[in-house]
Each structure stands twice: as C-alpha cells, then as structure tokens.
C-alpha cells in the first residue's frame, strides 16, 4: 500500500505445529493429526491477518527461536527484527482468535506517537505488544513476568517508570487451554476459520461444547435474575 511506513514490521511469534501439540495437552479426544492441523489453521490465520496490514511480516517459530524460557525466546526474537533495521515492532501470537488486521493498523498508527501499545488481554497477559525499539532497549525485558496474569501490569508500570508513555487497544479473550479455545469459538461468527476448526475438532467434541455452553448461559441468567430486580439487571447489561 502506497505511504505505509517501512520503519515498523509485524513479528508472528508461535511454536511450531509438532513443538504445540507437544508441549501443551489440547484437545486429546481428537487424532494427532487433527490436532497438528489445528495449530497449523491457527498459525495460518496469524499470519494472514498479519499479512493483510501490508507491513513486512517475520514469522519466528520452532527452532529459529533461541533461548531458555519464553522471555529470552521472545526477547531474541524481537532484537532479530530490529537488527533488521525496524524501529518499531508490532508482535503477536496466534492464540486470540478475536484479533483483526484492523487492530494492528491502530496499533501501528499508536506507535507513532507512543512508546509502547498493548492489547490486553482478559487472563491479565496481552494478545498484541507493539514496542519502539528506545523502549525495548531500556526495559528489563527477559525477567518480565512472561505467561503470567501480572505481566501487562508490570509492563506497563515498568515503562512508566522509565519515562515512556503508553496506550492500550481493547481488551479480547485469548485462549491457552481446551475449555478457552472452545469459550472463543462460540462466540466467533461462522468464519471459514470457525468451520475449518469445528470440523478438525469432529462433531462430538462440538456437540458436548455446545451442551455444556447453554448450560452455562442458562445458569448465569438465572443468577443475574436471581440478584435483583429487573432494572438491576438492566444496569448490569448496559
């Protein structure tokens, strides 16, 4: 697109198919070949909103990653974009379904006049870290609380505290286990997305999630009514 500025670069940060279905136990009813397609429809999708910004796009994953723990595998990453010559990077993951090119077109557009930007995720983690590269050099960035409900909060304190400014997105649900990812698609309208991931899942995982979910709107219905009367709940939707 014409005018986009080159100085600002998108960094897809995942495991590989095979290092996820490894290292993190979702959905063992289904074959591990569904499984590995899964993760694999979840990175294509990163990437293909990632893409759609029509900034350059790095994808480090499985074994380009290098490091101990998630900090050091992160922090790495995000030096080898800015080696690159980029004085902003835009990361994100795959595991917020929610999350749309238009996101990272503001967030791209916030780093312009902030140091840093965040989409805040609901577990208390962030699902879209945008970061001018002053910022990322003065921060204590591998000992942050990386996969932990505090790590926004520390960040963002941290950040301030070292005198750089910041703005968050909207806040969105991500999804680390079985029950998330499955809480997520039903909200998600019927996408090509959503159709490829409730066929990979195969009709009774889908149908049992289903069950289980009008159960739980029934049930929190029934305590918001239970709470107080009518124009309570009013106040409650609104």
């Known amino acids: 697109m014409p005018g986009k500025e080159q100085h600002i670069a998108i960094l897809l940060f995942v495991r590989s198919a095979y290092e996820e279905v490894r290292e993190k136990s979702l959905f063992p009813e289904i074959s591990y070949g569904n499984r ?63 999350l749309q090119t238009k996101d990272i077109l503001l967030a791209a557009k916030t780093l312009q006049k902030k140091s840093l930007v965040a989409g805040p995720a609901r577990d208390g983690g962030a699902y879209l870290i945008g970061i ?27 950040s301030l505290k070292l005198g750089f400014d910041y703005s968050l997105l909207a806040s969105l649900s991500d999804a680390n286990t079985s029950r998330d990812f499955l809480r997520v698609l039903n909200s998600l309208k019927l996408t090509p997305l959503k159709k490829q991931l409730l066929h990979l899942l195969g009709r009774r995982v889908s149908r049992s999630y289903s069950y289980l979910n009008s159960f739980y709107n029934s049930f929190s219905i029934f305590i918001l009514l239970w709470r107080g009367p009518p124009r309570a709940f009013s106040s409650y939707i609104l």
């Open 36 to 98: 590995l397609a899964w993760v694999q429809e979840l990175n294509r999708h990163a990437y293909s909103i990632a893409q759609a910004a029509q900034f350059p796009v790095f994808t480090i994953s499985g074994e380009m990653q290098q490091g101990s723990n998630f900090g050091e595998r992160f922090q790495h990453a995000l030096q080898q974009v800015f080696d690159k010559g980029y004085t902003e990077v835009i990361a994100i993951g795959n595991d917020c379904l929610h």
């Open 132 to 158: 001018q590269q002053a910022l990322f050099e003065a921060l204590d960035f591998v000992n942050l609380p990386w996969q932990q409900d505090t790590l926004l909060s520390y960040l963002l304190s941290n």
